[in-house]
């Protein structure tokens, strides 16, 4: 168990001796760079509509049917592209201009937006536009996320800093996670679930003009040679031959599957167990995001990315306590303070796996090698999200975060052994 926890307490201890001007110098110091401080501000308003949408999305749907089973079905469908098509979409991010297929994919999504706020206004919108319209944003994402990733490294130019920039992304995406429930489950009480479409597709626009006002972006050499299925299977080779990059894809594929499904069953624990409204809903997904965004902070104060192959176990196992503690509150606040921890698990667990793959791979297998990432981030989640549902039909939603609590501790403590045991991994 020793590799669990003493790397995390020994470097928060670490970050304590520093003095705090030097610590806040350490934490953002990406931000130094003007491009990644324009992706840094259009996208953190952007992301605020997102997850304002993603609330109003899930209450519309329980709603509209009370079916726990529907939740699952709208998340599998959001979420499943990305199995698909994040493959092709690496292959992509290798070979055409980063930067203009992000401002594609986020002009499509402003448009998915917009769909659901002129369908909502008219009273026209039924589920099985839903299900339609998350299946095409999906898709969107399946493009857009590896892309995303991939384009970190070109607007910070020096590697030491890469890590501290997916830090502060993660920061960025948490602080929109908390802010966005938050407003929303006001918006929806007072004005109802369009409002949110609304606000979601106008927000876009804060992060297409933050894209369009960048310049000087690093140009990498773009691989264009090969037919897209074999550069496919060069790139799958290449992952499962590093052992920092195969072991973070596999354990994320099974936090994916087993720790995430928590958001899909919120409406149901927001309004069956915990006897509460949208507002309930938005406070629920904003202690997640506290959680995570107090991990961002202390992976953002790191100076390299040395011990992350031990931090990713350790938060991994706190993900999983924090699921399986929140299984069986019935109280508003311990049902947030639980929430605060599975946030602070899940988000060191993603941010410390991508940092891992994105510091040890080869630039002109980026793209390729974070499609994996979003495989196993986002298009294992949908089995997730539909088994969620599905079981919590049967079994209620409590006995669902229960089991998936337990089976990601044993996962992160399994494999810790395995690594530890074998001396597969060594720290850098």
Known sequence: MDILFKPIFSNIFGWLAEPVGARLKIMGRALTYRNYRLFFI???????????????????????TGSKALLGIVGFASQ???????????????????????IITQILAMTQGAILAILAYAGLIAVWHIIVLSVFLGIVNAFDMPTRQ?????MVKRKEDLGNAIALNSIMFNSARLIGPSIAGFIIAAFGEKTCFLINAISFLAAIAALLMMRDIKIVPFVSSEPIFASI??????????????TSIFLLGCVSLFGMPYMVLMPVFAKEVLRGGPQTLGLLTGAFGIGALVGGVVLSLKKSAKGLEKTIYFSALVLGAGNLAFSFSGNL????????????????????????????VSEHMRGRVMSFYNVAFMGIAP??????????????????????????????????????????????
Do not use: C
């Open 80 to 102: 499943i592209p990305a199995l698909f098509f994040s493959p092709i979409a690496g292959v992509f991010s290798d070979r055409y201009d980063r930067h203009r297929t992000i």
């Open 233 to 246: 299977r060069e790139g799958f080779k290449y992952a499962m031959s590093a052992v920092y990059i195969r």
């Open 42 to 64: 259009g996208q953190g308003l952007s992301l605020i509509g997102t997850w304002m949408q993603a609330v109003a999305l899930g209450w519309l749907v329980y709603r509209l």
């Open 383 to 428: 089995f997730g999200s539909l088994l969620a549902g599905s079981v919590a039909q049967e079994a209620g939603a409590p006995n669902t975060l229960l089991f998936s609590g337990i089976v990601v501790i044993l996962v992160a403590i399994i494999l810790s052994q395995i690594n530890s045991r074998k001396n597969e991994i060594n720290t850098f």
């Open 150 to 154: 991939a384009f970190i490294s070109q």
């Open 333 to 360: 606040y311990l049902s947030m303070s639980f929430l605060v921890i599975m946030g602070f698990g899940m988000m060191t667990t993603m941010a410390s796996g991508n940092t891992l793959i994105q510091t040890t």
